[in-house]
């Protein structure tokens, strides 16, 4: 039986900077304009593409943006190369068969603890970090299938959630003091230091 309606999905791979992670590019939107980070099996309720990427013995972690997928292997696994063409065949019959990605009634139920979206709450500095990492930091970590996540500002420090390739990369660190902190104290005098934690 020939299935139709259904556009034919390519995927292809794109080495991050962390070697432990591998990102999956669709020609397809998965999360328009959102991105959510899934750190274990335990926490991946709200997608059932997440969950069903668990099943792989090899994964650890799921992360989800617009339209692609970073996958974190486990220390133990040897290469992505023997993984990779089960995976995107796997990512392209469910993908192809329209299955849901993420259930965003399930995201809501989370508690969302980490964003970037600016809230009534947020006070004049806070802002101003939130914009800054929406418009310069999200488009350049997203190349490399990460995102950063505002967590907290206090005493002039700022901290932050590194989610996706940028959690647990050796190269992460470097980014945020040498990239990320550089620019805030640039740009925003209250922020005095950039603190990272990995989901």
Do not use: H
């Not at 470097?174 to 805030?184: D, F, N, R, S």
């Amino acid at each position: 039986m020939i299935k139709t309606g259904n556009p034919v999905i390519s995927i292809y791979t794109e080495m991050t900077p962390n070697p432990e992670t591998m990102k999956f590019v669709a020609n397809k939107l998965l999360y328009p304009g959102k991105s959510i980070d899934f750190p274990d099996e335990n926490s991946a309720q709200p997608s059932p593409l997440a969950q069903a990427l668990f099943s792989f013995p090899f994964i650890k972690s799921v992360f989800i943006a617009s339209n692609f997928v970073t996958l974190t292997k486990t220390s133990e696994t040897d290469d992505w190369q023997d993984m990779i063409p089960t995976v995107k065949q796997f990512l392209k019959d469910y993908l192809e068969e329209g299955k849901e990605v993420v259930n965003d009634d399930e995201v809501m139920k989370m508690k969302a603890e980490s964003s970037n979206e600016i809230t009534a709450d947020d006070n004049d500095v806070v802002k101003r970090i939130k914009e800054l990492l929406e418009n310069y930091v999200k488009p350049a970590v997203e190349m490399d299938g990460g995102a950063i996540q505002f967590k907290s500002f206090e005493n002039g420090r700022v901290n932050l959630m590194l989610q996706g390739s940028c959690s647990g990369c050796p190269s992460s660190m470097i980014t945020l003091k040498a990239g990320i902190e550089g620019m805030m104290k640039r740009m925003i005098p209250e922020v005095k230091e950039v603190t990272a934690e990995a989901e």
